[in-house]
């Protein structure tokens, strides 16, 4: 293919390329251990590239981390963001829990806090399989389906309303501000902006205390009977990665 031999020209590696459909990353690259061959995948759009794109390609499979060319690659990728395939079957919600509403919930923050301007539905996640578990996700965002799920584990008695509505609004600021993504598929998700928002919520100050006492992480663990885990366990599950992204 012209680009296979494009990109070997502008790189100086020997080029193994695979086009690909990926929805989530458009381009990737790994190296043999010589370093004189590079392993490339890219999305389809590519084949169509104009020759400035090509080359801004080959540069960053030269030098990934030198991002040079990575506003040109940033451009051609949201130009072409219709080729990208999109799953486009509904997916299914289920908001009402035994103790909290979430589109109820939902709906308020948005009012509230966003002016109606977030788009995504909610629902419940399904619940765990039964394991030990290390890490619990109290929430994601997902992009590409511009939906938002909550895990069942926050549908107890004891886990106060303040908390599952600050989960929902961390949620919701993802989609309010949207996931920064640069050429490479590496995404930047807790921005400087959305951190000033998040503190800004009434209750982040109660929030934080409440997730900080570990006990009641034992109690949401206890729901299937886990193990007990460290508070910085508990911390590192919070967020989670979309298409490698944390939430």
């Known amino acids: 293919m012209a680009i296979q031999s494009a990109l070997a020209s502008c790189s100086g590696f020997r080029i193994s390329l695979t086009v690909t459909d990926n929805t989530s990353s458009m381009m990737s690259v790994k190296y043999d251990r010589s370093r004189t061959m590079a392993r490339v995948r890219v999305h389809r759009m590519f084949l169509s590239a104009p020759p400035d794109v090509v080359r801004a390609l080959g540069l960053w499979v030269k030098s990934p981390r030198a991002r040079k060319g990575d506003g040109l690659l940033d451009a051609y990728i949201r130009a072409n963001d219709h080729q990208i395939r999109r799953d486009t079957r ?6 009402r829990g035994e103790h909290f509403d979430l589109k109820a919930i939902s709906d308020e923050l948005n009012r509230r806090h966003f002016s109606g301007a977030v788009s995504a539905a909610i629902t419940w996640g399904r619940m765990p399989e ?30 106060p309303a303040y908390f599952v509505r600050y989960i929902v609004f961390h949620e919701m600021l993802h989609a ?37 006492n570990s006990k009641n992480l034992g109690k949401l663990l206890s729901k299937q009977n886990g193990p007990r885990m460290s508070l910085g366990g508990w911390l590192s599950g919070m967020c989670r990665k979309v298409a490698g992204v944390p939430s």
């Open 90 to 95: 509904a997916a299914r919600t289920e908001t």
């Open 130 to 159: 039964l394991r030990r578990r290390r890490s619990i996700r109290f929430g994601s965002y997902y992009p590409r389906e511009d939906l938002i799920r909550i895990h069942p584990f926050l549908d107890q008695a004891f886990v």
């Open 176 to 212: 309010y501000l949207g996931i920064e993504e640069s050429a490479s598929g590496r995404q930047r998700i807790h921005t400087a902006a959305f951190k000033r928002l998040e503190r800004a919520f009434p209750d982040y100050a109660r929030a934080a205390a409440w997730q900080d």
